[in-house]
């Protein structure tokens, strides 16, 4: 008997296009890390701007398809951080040290997309976002620096890009 490469007691799997409409909710995490260093001639130390800091989220959307290849929809993301981002300068007289580290945030944006691919989505979104940080700084001599304050931020416009894999189908 001769072999084939489709032979055996299993059919071929179907490979099934996922679904690309509908609700879909997930989780995230990221890692920021920040160095700059700048020549500020002014002063005789500058220690840089540096920081490090760490969030987590979820987040929930609706997808619909307007056409064979084109996806839009609305996205909502509610993230935690820790961290920050610290800063120092200094001179023969003065010295001012200060951080700024955000604490909680969220976005609504939505979304047009085209399908690259039946599993690839290539996307723009717009929106807005607001979030809570808190920042303070020390100051030795000239400079009056607040206590650490928290404060809610809100900005508009949020846009940016990106793209998504679908991994198995629906």
């Known amino acids: 008997p001769g ?11 179907q490979w099934q296009a996922p679904d690309w409409q509908g609700f879909y909710a997930g989780l995230f995490a990221a890692h920021d890390i920040t160095a700059l260093h700048l020549a500020m001639p002014d002063y005789a130390h500058f220690d840089g701007i540096s920081g490090e800091s760490q969030m987590g989220g979820a987040l929930i959307g609706y997808n619909h398809s307007f056409a064979p290849r084109v996806i ?20 023969d007289t003065d010295t001012i040290a200060g951080s ?8 609504l944006r939505g979304r047009i997309g085209y399908l690259a691919s039946p599993d690839t989505l290539f996307y723009v979104a717009g929106g807005g976002v607001l979030a809570v940080a808190s920042y303070g700084c020390e100051a030795t001599t000239l400079y009056d620096c607040p206590d650490r304050t928290k404060e809610t931020l809100y900005g508009w416009p949020l846009v940016g890009f990106g793209a998504e894999t679908a991994i198995g189908a629906g």
């Open 3 to 13: 072999s084939s490469a489709n032979a055996g007691p299993w059919p071929a799997p």
């Open 72 to 91: 839009g929809g609305l996205e909502a993301d509610i993230s935690a951080a820790q961290g920050g981002t610290y800063f120092g300068v200094s001179d």
């Open 100 to 107: 700024v580290r955000p604490e909680w945030g969220g976005s």
